[in-house]
């Protein structure tokens, strides 16, 4: 599976205008995704991702998905 991730909105304010990653596993996840993107941008991209007591990813956040 193929899992392209660019920033829109708040995210985009804060890692700019590019394409950030594709990760590409069999069984690659979003939340996969979401943690090599968080080593990579930082504690703050972390705090506005996953909620700081259960480590779950926010549902606050709008993620678009497509699978190919």
Not at 35 to 43: D, M, P, Q, T, V
Not at 50 to 68: A, G, H
């Amino acid at each position: 599976m193929l899992i392209k991730v660019a920033g829109y909105l708040k995210f985009k304010a804060l890692i700019g205008n590019q394409f950030l990653l594709a990760l590409e596993r069999e069984k690659a996840t979003l939340r996969d995704a979401l943690i090599l993107l968080s080593r990579r941008y930082g504690k703050k991209f972390e705090e506005m991702v996953f909620d700081p007591q259960t480590k779950e990813i926010k549902r606050s956040n709008l993620i678009l998905l497509t699978v190919r």
